[in-house]
């Protein structure tokens, strides 16, 4: 119904519920007497009285992907099924999918891929906005959900009104006062408009207009989109600079751990992705403005840091190989595509090995002290008494350093050079990178974006360089490994040839593109853009 | 979308129960439903507790001024919904008349409905003119209540004449015997030979019954309020027949979870 007016929440005291024996009873007493004149009455159902018990869970990713892109996703399990209901934020339906009678026993089990559905609009719909991302239950409620008829002066249904006692199950137990929802039978959304003013304007009803979803987290103790790959740390330009850095710094612990549930149970590949991105992002600062923590600290952590990232490192290339196998795939000309199969076998083998060692590491007591030992050192910078240098300070002076370390290594790159000064400059560029993220709230956005933007044409170009040839590396490797395993068909070889013939070629293509990106990084408007950035701040 | 019609050149045939009794079948199926009350006397609309009234009129719906969709309302029953009748219906053959294509104007009308409804069912007023002519062209099914009498049965074959000259589209013909009383030799007789004989003739015959009659008090179909009784038995048979007749599965779709 796309006019829905919001829910009512009527007070406990307000519109009392009716007798737990409700079968043709009349509408409650008070609700009856409040509406005598207005035209509309309250009925039960045309088949007697609906009171049903219904079982929701509202499934997102972990990064609140659908969310974001303002849909919902509910799964509704009842008497008659399951059903799955993806909707807009106002409730507008965008696709279903029902499982009942004997495709009941298929209703998709919950965290799991998208993939998993029945072909058809909501696996599709669900795909292009989920990606790779898995889909895990974000709340859970009961609702005992009574419905009754709305019938204007000609005995014509003109709206369904539900009450709904919820009970939040997950993500804590927590109890909602009971909501009113009108709903408009169509061509009657004027006369059910006028009812929900009625309803709402009764003794102790207030109106709701959050969706069912907000509601629940809100009662349960969360935020909906409480979780982005972003760092949100509010840092201002005159605060001590030990102050800052512990505050980024325990930001950054804070993804860490959160992606770390999602990685030991391997729910999609993006929990270590991110898991990584926050070691990465940790390393680099310690090592370009770390120097403002306690004597001791940088120097203790950096080394826990680096075991750590190389801990997720070989799982994450397997997970890169695997993402872009059906590309590759793709774009055989010479081999056949089951060809391929037991290259993908290999990779998958492997990687079910990697994750084994890495979900070990995580679980390790080794693991458990780096938390603990940072979290406590961090505590002890964040109340350090010593004001200077400033954020200010300490975000121009390393973002200026990274910049000049950025500008001589691509300086000196030529069409000759050995890939391992790409590899460098990669390096320094991720380095600028995580500086500008790190202290984005000191600079204004428009600013602060522009300087990311070119930044970030030049990364992609490095990364497709360095990735092709990383990827290319490991096909030599690979290619050893499986023959010496001497089960895998000439084929598939010759197919892994083609393969590694396709990588040279985009990392040819990436070298050719590198100068005139970097030329314009380099250039005068492209060094004015950083430096504007170590020069203004945003206090 | 299949669109079903139910015609008779003849009023007072059972038209209307049908159609109504139909819809409801189809859309207690899962199958989502729209009913077309086109008699300007509004009995379906009546039926089911909706004003017969059409902002603009047969003439907006007709030209494209307004759109088809905005006149539809909602009946009391899940899946249901219907495009009342109006008074200006009784004008809708000079409407067509000054329309492009005035025979293809319904189908031309419906189609924008495809994605929004599985099944549409035409209740047509009792006549011969150019809404009967759209009609037959717009319907894939047309349900043909019959008293039985040999004057009716020769008026179907006329009407079957008049659908063997199109081009293109036609129409199949599900005929059936309505308001059959019990107690006339007559109407049992033809009643059970004809349906034997002819394969335009369905094998469910609807008797006259007052529980029928009563459906304009309770303002629902027999079929609602009375499901198991031998009125709305024969009713699900009939719809089970013209199911099949469209190529229709016994159920569309699950209803919603509950």
Redesign the interface.
């Given at each position: 119904m796309p006019d829905a007016p919001p829910d009512l929440v009527p007070e406990a005291a307000g519109v009392p519920a009716p007798p737990d024996a409700l079968t043709d009873a009349p509408p409650d007493a008070l609700t009856a007497a409040k509406l005598s004149g207005s035209g509309f009455s309250l009925v039960n159902g045309?088949h007697g009285a609906?009171r049903?018990t219904?079982r929701r869970t509202w499934l997102d990713t972990f990064d609140w992907r659908l969310y974001r892109a303002g849909l919902t996703l509910e799964q509704?399990?009842?008497?008659?099924?399951?059903?799955l209901r993806l909707t807009g934020r106002d409730g507008t339906g965008v696709a279903a999918e029902?499982f009942?009678?004997a495709a009941r026993g298929r209703a998709p089990r919950w965290p799991g891929q998208p993939d998993a559905l029945p072909a058809g609009p909501l696996a599709e719909r669900l795909a292009s906005v989920v990606g790779v991302r898995a889909l895990l239950p974000v709340a859970r409620a009961t609702s005992a959900v009574r419905e009754q008829?709305a019938l204007n002066d000609?005995?014509?249904?003109i709206a369904r009104v539900t009450a709904d006692q919820m009970s939040v199950t997950y993500p804590a137990a927590a109890q909602l006062p009971e909501r009113l929802a009108v709903s408009a039978?169509?061509?009657?959304q004027a006369q059910a408009s006028r009812l929900a003013g009625l309803l709402a304007a009764l003794p102790g009803v207030t109106t709701d207009e959050r969706p069912a979803l907000e509601a629940v987290l809100a009662a349960a103790g969360r935020r909906a989109g409480d979780y982005s790959g972003r760092i949100d740390v509010q840092l201002t330009a005159g605060m001590p600079a030990a102050t800052a850095m512990a505050s980024v710094f325990t930001t950054l612990l804070g993804m860490l751990e959160a992606n770390v549930p999602g990685t030991i149970s391997d729910l999609d590949t993006e929990f270590l992705h991110d898991l990584r991105v926050s070691v990465r992002r940790t390393r680099s600062a310690l090592k370009l403005a770390g120097q403002v923590l306690p004597r001791g600290v940088r120097a203790r952590f950096q080394p826990e840091f680096k075991w750590l990232g190389d801990l997720t490192t070989p799982t994450r290339d397997l997970d890169v190989y695997l993402l872009g196998l059906p590309d590759m795939t793709a774009r055989l000309v010479g081999a056949d595509e089951a060809d391929l199969e037991p290259f993908g076998d290999h990779l998958r083998r492997a990687r079910g090995r990697a994750q084994r060692e890495l979900a070990g590491g995580l679980r390790s007591a080794r693991f458990g002290h780096l938390c603990r030992d940072w979290r406590d050192a961090l505590d002890e910078a964040a109340a350090t008494t010593r004001r200077r240098p400033t954020a200010e300070a300490l975000a121009a002076s390393s973002i200026a350093a990274v910049h000049r370390r950025v500008l001589t290594s691509g300086a000196v790159i030529t069409a000759v050079s050995p890939p391992e000064s790409l590899h460098d400059l990669r390096k320094r560029c991720k380095e600028l990178r995580y500086l500008l993220e790190i202290f984005a709230s000191l600079h204004a956005p428009s600013v602060q974006w522009r300087a990311v933007q070119e930044l970030k044409g030049l990364q992609d170009c490095l990364g497709e360089f360095q990735d092709t040839d990383v990827q290319r590396a490991e096909l030599r490797a690979f290619a050893v490994q499986m023959m010496d395993e001497r089960r895998t068909p000439a084929q598939t070889l010759l197919a892994m040839g083609e393969i590694a013939a396709g990588l040279a070629r985009r990392q040819r293509r990436a070298r050719s593109q590198f100068a005139g990106l970097f030329a314009d990084f380099a250039s005068p408007a492209g060094r004015a853009r950083i430096a504007a950035l170590t020069r203004q701040a945003v206090s | 979308m299949k669109i079903f019609a139910t015609y008779n050149i003849k009023g007072g045939v059972g038209k209307t129960s049908t159609a109504v009794n139909l819809g409801y079948l189809a859309a207690r199926d899962g199958y989502r439903v729209l009913l077309w009350d086109l008699d300007p006397q509004g009995a379906a609309s009546f039926l089911f507790r909706i004003r017969p009234r059409v902002k603009g009129g047969g003439k907006a719906l007709i030209r494209g001024t307004r759109p088809v969709d905005d006149a539809i309302k909602g009946t009391d029953f899940e899946n249901l919904d219907l495009l009342p009748a109006d008074f200006t219906y009784r004008n809708l053959d000079l409407i067509l008349d000054g329309a492009k294509k005035p025979a293809r104007r319904l189908a031309s009308l419906l189609a924008p409905l495809r994605s929004e409804y599985d099944v549409v069912i035409l209740d047509c007023p009792p006549s011969i003119s150019l809404l009967s002519e759209s009609v037959l062209h717009a319907a894939d099914v047309l349900l043909v209540p019959l008293i039985p009498t040999t004057l009716s049965v020769r008026t179907l074959d006329q009407l079957t004449d008049f659908i063997g000259g199109f081009t293109g589209k036609r129409p199949q013909i599900l005929a059936f015997f309505s308001m059959i009383d019990q107690r006339k030799r007559l109407h049992k007789q033809i009643a059970q030979e004809l349906p034997a004989q002819r394969a335009d003739f369905a094998a469910t015959v609807i008797p006259a019954l007052s529980l029928i009659e009563q459906m304009s008090v309770e303002r629902a179909p027999v079929t609602a309020f009375s499901p198991r009784s031998q009125a709305a038995r024969r009713y699900s048979e009939l719809w089970a027949e013209a199911r099949a007749r469209a190529g229709l599965s016994p159920s569309a779709r699950p209803g919603p979870a509950d």
């Open positions: 045309v609906r049903t219904i509704v399990t009842g008497r008659g099924g399951t059903e029902q009942q009678g008829r000609d005995a014509k249904t039978v169509r061509g009657y | -």
